[in-house]
Structure formats: C-alpha cells, structure tokens
C-alpha cells in the first residue's frame, strides 16, 4: 500500500526558507517519478515539480531557482527545500506518486503559510 507523508510545513515572514520532507512507503522513491503539488486557498492543485526515475528534477517556472527538490533513496524520503519565500507561496503542499500531472496518491499535506 503507498502512503506518504508529509511534515515540515509552517509561518515564515517573505524571504524566508523551509524545508518539508514526505516519507514514502508501499514503494521505492529510488526508481519512481514523484511530484510536489500545492494547493492555494480557494484554488485548484498546482503542479510544482517533479523528480524523474533517473532523479533528474524539473520545476514549475514561477519556483525556479528557489525550490529545490531531491530525494534520499537509503530513507526513501523526498524533500522540497523552499527558499525567497513569496506570499503567493503560500499553500498546501502536497508530495504526490507519479509525474507532472499526477495527484493521487498523495499524503495529507503540510502548510506553508508566507506572511509578515
């Protein structure tokens, strides 16, 4: 059975960082495509980036250069390091199975929220 996990999520003033983590199980990060989505209040889900099975990343144009996304296949956990946090950040994130696209399986979610 997949199930996901996220944490990490919390209130931090524009320009600040985090770093959430999604722990996996029911299948291996190592050989698998895997996805962050977010989901802002009062909008739909919004594709953020994606790791491929070769771990090569790729990323939503408007968190280029402030997201990084990896993975640590011994702990079979994923991280989205977050950083120049911008209020339109703000939102849910959410680690999902699957490529760009994909929106389920995914965990209960962490929030995020960007404000002074």
């Known amino acids: 059975q997949v199930r996901l996990e996220e944490s990490g999520g919390g209130l931090v003033q524009p320009g600040g960082s985090l770093r959430l983590s999604c722990a996996a199980s029911g299948f291996a990060v190592s050989n698998s495509w895997t996805s962050w989505v977010r989901q802002a209040p009062g909008k739909g889900l919004e594709w953020v980036s994606t790791i491929d099975a070769s771990g090569t990343s790729y990323y939503v144009d408007s968190v280029k250069g402030r997201f990084i996304s990896s993975r640590d296949n011994a702990k079979n956990t994923l991280t989205l390091q977050l950083v120049d946090l911008k209020s339109e950040d703000t939102a849910m994130y959410y680690c999902?199975?699957?490529?760009?696209?994909?929106?389920?399986?995914r965990g209960q979610g962490t929030q995020v929220v960007v404000s002074s």
């Open positions: 999902v199975k699957g490529p760009r696209g994909a929106v389920s399986p």
